[in-house]
């Protein structure tokens, strides 16, 4: 497991902007497969994005083409960059990892073995 710690989060209104950040512990993250998942009040956890230690880029069908994942190995750090926002996207934004080798759905938060915090973006109308 690594520690993870996202910010970025605020509040922001429809159509804007606001870019998340997840910084990770460890030597290795460019063996890490990161995502992003978010969980509104009431709701479950739900994936929003993924990027994979092979270059892979996963998107939700919520948020493709209003989302972008990215990542600087360099600097142990992940991003979600985010646009054209609706209220819909309001929730707490999760950072996970997962550092193993085993197999899995990427899609499902029990793939993953690290969490962050959560940071709170809240998009009003």
């Known amino acids: 497991q690594v520690q993870l710690v996202e910010s970025g989060g605020g509040l922001v209104q429809a159509g804007g902007s606001l870019k998340l950040s997840c910084v990770a512990s460890g030597r290795t993250f460019n063996t890490y497969n990161m995502a992003w998942f978010r969980q509104a009040p009431g709701k479950e956890r739900e994936f929003v994005a993924h990027?994979?230690?092979?270059?892979?880029?996963y998107y939700s069908d919520s948020v493709k083409g209003r989302f972008t994942i990215s990542r600087d190995n360099a600097k142990n750090t992940i991003y979600l960059q985010m646009s054209n926002l609706e209220p819909e996207d309001t929730a707490s934004y999760y950072c996970?990892?997962?550092?193993?080798?085993?197999?899995?759905?990427?899609?499902?938060?029990?793939?993953?073995?690290?969490w962050g915090q959560g940071t709170q973006v809240t998009v009003s109308s």
């Open positions: 996970a990892a997962h550092t193993g080798s085993r197999s899995g759905n990427a899609f499902t938060v029990d793939w993953y073995d690290s």
């Open positions: 990027s994979s230690r092979n270059s892979g880029i």
